[in-house]
């Protein structure tokens, strides 16, 4: 049952990044407009809301450390070359994090470091012991990694990176990019105006993701305020067109043509401004994928259907001392 796995691969890994493009992409200093373009995202107010409105910034703190923990569970069917196997559960896998913001600039750009701590995928009697032991090998070897990025006090990341191991596999380096990518956008990007309960805003930009061209459509909801919390619903969906892949890791002599790649989501996310992790998000995604594989000058035709689920819960894990007036 590893052949199935594998192929599944790569639209296991665009599933998981579908959380980061729901929220947005890398920010270049953006005027004051109703629509901001930023490299490879535009974001627009479609509404501003009722009153009251608020300008969304977060203003966390230098040396504020965070306990993020993420846990995601996915389904898969395929039909290979007319054939349908049963529906693939991969078990669930818990990931535990820390982060801690080591600046917070003049201009609201807060920067931090993140290290993931622990990886744990409890046993699952749905799921082939095979599959679940070479999925656990994989994702424990990511235990230790470790990165550093740079946000806008809007949440939009300017930049997120890894540091990958010399020896790390295809397979690994993917997740990793994976991971990367959903680190990106935790916060969610804000517009620039002020906003209140019921403002709108979308978010439109074309990904790269494993040797794929996405775009990608989110539309963000402001459910309203608790406090310093921020409600937020969000819908988005993706399309490819059909297109060859160049995923990385690809067996030599083999090659890949995307027919078609279409996905829905829908999520919520309660934000704070004074933390740079959400208090909880929960996103539910469903993906819809046709390719063709080339082996040995073989053509087969693989038709996928992945289901996806996460969920985030961020919480303080150390607060940095509150500042002492000068006398």
């Not at 535009?42 to 846990?71: C, H, N, W």
């Not at 082996?295 to 961020?314: A, R």
Request: aromatic residues 4%.
């Amino acid at each position: 049952m590893s052949r199935p796995v594998l192929k599944a691969a790569p639209v296991v890994l665009i599933a998981l990044s579908l959380y980061a493009g729901a929220c947005g992409q890398a920010e270049k200093s953006p005027p004051a407009a109703a629509a901001t373009a930023s490299e490879g995202l535009t974001l627009k107010l479609l509404d501003a809301g009722a009153e009251p409105q608020r300008v969304l910034r977060f203003k966390p703190a230098a040396g504020d450390s965070y306990a993020l923990t993420m846990i995601m569970r996915m389904s898969n069917t395929q039909k290979l070359g007319g054939l349908s196997p049963p529906v693939q559960r991969l078990p669930a896998t818990n990931f535990s994090m820390e982060m801690t913001v080591t600046d917070v600039r003049s201009n609201g750009e807060i920067a931090y470091d993140f290290k993931l701590t622990e990886v744990q995928m409890p046993d699952d009697p749905t799921v082939a012991a095979n599959v679940a032991a070479s999925l656990r090998k994989m994702m424990n070897s990511l235990v230790g990694l470790e990165g550093n990025c740079e946000i806008t006090h809007r949440g939009f990341t300017k930049t997120a990176n890894c540091n990958v191991p010399a020896n790390a596999s295809p397979m690994v380096k993917q997740q990793i990019d994976a991971i990367k990518k959903s680190f990106r956008d935790m916060c969610g990007p804000m517009p620039e105006e002020a906003v209140g309960p019921g403002a709108r805003w979308q978010a439109v930009s074309t990904i790269v993701q494993n040797g794929i061209t996405i775009k990608q459509t989110a539309h963000t909801t402001l459910e309203g305020f608790d406090g310093e919390n921020i409600n937020l619903k969000v819908e988005f969906e993706q399309s490819a067109d059909s297109q060859e892949v160049k995923a990385p890791g690809m067996p030599a002599g083999s090659s890949a043509h995307l027919n078609s790649l279409n996905s829905k989501g829908s999520g919520t996310m309660v934000l704070k401004v004074s933390q740079i992790v959400p208090i909880s998000s929960n996103t539910q995604v469903a993906t819809d994928t046709s390719l063709t594989m080339n082996m040995g000058g073989t053509p087969q035709d693989i038709q996928q259907h992945m289901e996806t689920s996460m969920e985030l819960k961020g919480e303080p894990a150390k607060r940095a001392p509150a500042s002492t007036p000068k006398s």
